[in-house]
């Protein structure tokens, strides 16, 4: 009787097992394998992850205005008054307060974009996007100090393809990195990239892979140097969105974890998260009117007793 097998079980078997095949070969017979997505640039592979847990926190008061001059030409204001952490072989955060006021400007037209800003303290941040053709556009940052050492330069080439992506970075300090990425399939696409910094004589390959569909989006990044970094967002509904994300240094051994939301509403956004470190978060911008925006930050870190709220308005 154990082995009595009910007449038509192998056969309902048979039948179940042949319709999924038949549908898995239906599913690859209408993918159009030349006809593939673009998919997002490397760098960007983490995007809804990052947007969500982790937004411009920051701590004290702000108030920015922008100021339109025309349709591709404006001026934009920013003061910030808040406390600065200083380094301290203490465990306990130790803060000193600190005052900058910001200048910026910006063009912005179809193929071209830049912006500058100028603080008080001497420092000058730029930002330049141009596109030189359909597929090709360069882009530019900088940061120059007073302090020695410190001032940066990145330029980027981006390439756009069909269903791929290239990019070719260099940078001062004998920086050189490339990267590529390209859709395998509707939803999947898969990357790699390497890099070489002359000036500390490091360099490194990266591996990378995004999943994404309506609901959802799934990416993982390894490198040689020991990063490792998953991320996943799930879309609840057109307002909501759940965020996690895994951090592990297999060189350090170090590892975070967190979880977020991300609640949009009618007329504020509101974003939240916590971490295995004990850190927990939340940002707030709600607009109160058109073109006004207030914004509340805050962050609690009970182990090491530092506790971070700011409130700002944006205006313009």
């Given at each position: 009787m154990a082995g009595f097998v009910p007449p038509g079980t192998t056969l309902l078997g048979n039948e179940a097992t042949s319709a999924a095949a038949k549908k898995v070969n239906e599913v690859h017979k209408?993918?159009?394998?030349?006809?593939?997505?673009?998919?997002?640039?490397?760098?960007?592979?983490?995007?809804?992850?990052?947007?969500?847990?982790?937004?411009?926190y920051f701590e004290g008061m702000r108030f920015d205005f922008?100021?339109?001059?025309?349709?591709?030409?404006?001026?934009?204001?920013?003061?910030?008054?808040?406390?600065?952490?200083?380094?301290?072989q203490s465990s306990e955060a130790i803060k000193i307060p600190t005052?900058?006021?910001?200048?910026?400007?910006?063009?912005?037209?179809?193929?071209?974009?830049?912006?500058?800003?100028?603080?008080?303290?001497?420092?000058?941040?730029?930002?330049?996007?141009?596109?030189?053709?359909?597929?090709?556009?360069?882009?530019?940052?900088?940061?120059?100090?007073?302090e020695p050492h410190m001032s940066h330069v990145m330029l980027n080439f981006d390439y756009k393809g069909k269903d791929y992506r290239s990019q070719l970075q260099l940078g001062n300090?004998?920086?050189?990195?490339?990267?590529?990425?390209?859709?395998?399939?509707?939803?999947?696409?898969?990357?790699?990239?390497?890099?070489?910094?002359?000036?500390h004589r490091k360099s490194g390959v990266g591996y990378a892979g995004r999943y994404e569909t309506d609901k959802m989006v799934a990416a993982g990044q390894v490198a040689s140097t020991g990063l490792m970094a998953l991320s996943y967002v799930q879309k609840v509904s057109e307002k909501v969105s759940l965020a996690t994300d895994f951090m592990y240094n297999y060189l350090s051994r170090d590892v975070t974890v967190?979880?977020?939301?991300?609640?949009?509403?009618?007329?504020?956004?509101?974003?939240?998260?916590?971490?295995?470190?004990?850190?927990?978060?939340?940002?707030?911008?709600?607009?109160?009117n058109m073109g006004l925006n207030f914004i509340l930050s805050a962050e609690l870190d009970h182990k090491k007793k530092d506790y971070k709220f700011g409130f700002g308005l944006t205006v313009g």
């Open positions: 209408n993918v159009d394998y030349m006809n593939l997505p673009c998919p997002i640039p490397y760098e960007e592979l983490h995007r809804e992850a990052l947007m969500s847990l982790k937004p411009e922008t100021k339109g001059l025309n349709q591709k030409f404006s001026l934009s204001h920013s003061v910030m008054m808040g406390p600065m952490e200083i380094p301290s005052a900058h006021y910001e200048f910026g400007a910006n063009f912005i037209d179809q193929r071209t974009m830049l912006i500058g800003r100028v603080l008080t303290d001497g420092r000058l941040n730029a930002r330049v996007k141009c596109d030189l053709t359909d597929d090709l556009a360069l882009k530019a940052n900088a940061q120059l100090t007073n300090g004998a920086l050189f990195g490339a990267s590529y990425i390209q859709s395998v399939t509707p939803h999947l696409s898969l990357g790699a990239e390497v890099f070489w910094a002359g000036q967190s979880a977020g939301y991300d609640y949009a509403l009618r007329q504020a956004r509101l974003r939240g998260k916590i971490d295995s470190n004990g850190c927990t978060s939340a940002f707030l911008e709600e607009r109160l």
